[in-house]
């Protein structure tokens, strides 16, 4: 089994706690796995954002897929403000370390249904996600998870959906 890199809230801009699931329920053929950013789909359903999208982020999976057309489907709202904690990778699924380079540049998401929704640092048309801070090792040492913060132009919140 491919690991998953879970993509989990750091902050809530309004400083609320837990979760929203506003009745969202599952697109047909979804497989995403918890931690998963995901979208609203044309048919008002839940589905998983692909490597190629750029708006429209409704927020974080709570749980797997059922793969059941119109399951629920508990998602965490994303806001503008928020700060997530994100993987990040260079074009592939393999998770990518962190450099101080990586401060404040803006990102474009690479997703893929074993590994989950990542930040990818290769060349991207639309950035979605800016690094605002990073998640050191218990030696002070970089990882591959950063905090980052959406655009908030990407957010479903934020363009009306």
Same mark, same amino acid.
């Given at each position: 089994m491919a690991a998953t890199y879970p993509v989990v809230m750091s902050k809530k801009a309004n400083g609320s706690v837990g979760w929203i699931s506003q009745k969202t329920v599952e697109a047909?053929?979804?497989s995403y796995k918890a931690g998963s950013?995901?979208?609203v789909a044309a048919s008002g359903a839940v589905t998983i954002i692909t490597t190629a999208d750029?708006?429209?982020?409704?927020?974080?999976a709570i749980q797997d897929a059922t793969g059941?057309?119109?399951a629920v489907a508990p998602v965490e709202i994303l806001e503008s403000g928020d700060v997530i904690e994100i *993987? &990040?990778?260079n074009n592939s699924a393999t998770p990518a370390?962190?450099?101080l380079t990586d401060l404040f540049k803006k990102y474009r998401l690479y997703?893929?249904?074993a590994s989950g929704t990542q930040l990818d640092q290769s060349t991207g048309t639309v950035a979605v996600a800016q690094v605002v801070s990073f998640v050191l090792d218990s030696n002070g040492a970089f990882t591959s998870r950063v905090l980052a913060k959406p655009i908030a132009? *990407? &957010?479903a919140t934020e363009v009306g959906l």
């Open positions: 047909a053929g979804q950013l995901v979208k750029a708006t429209a982020i409704l927020g974080i059941v057309t119109g *993987t &990040l990778c370390t962190a450099a997703s893929a249904a132009t *990407t &957010l």
